[in-house]
């Protein structure tokens, strides 16, 4: 499902999930809530406007 060699697959840029930039939260806001779904190839983010659910095509 993941490239062994870290590559890109894919990017949301207008999906809002947070701001967090590295591992130590602390002072800024929580990462929106996040769920996998590796078997169907999915993952879904949580943000004011709702739940947004992206379909990975294999």
């Known amino acids: 499902m993941c490239p062994s060699d870290g590559a890109l697959l894919g990017e949301w840029p207008d999906l809002d ?3 967090q930039g590295s591992g130590v939260i602390h ?3 929580r ?3 996040f769920a ?3 078997t169907r190839r999915r993952f879904a983010a949580g943000t004011e406007a709702g739940v947004t659910v992206i379909s990975l095509d294999g």
């Open 17 to 19: 999930t947070g701001k």
């Open 27 to 29: 002072q800024i806001e």
């Open 31 to 33: 990462p929106a809530p």
């Open 36 to 38: 996998l779904d590796r």
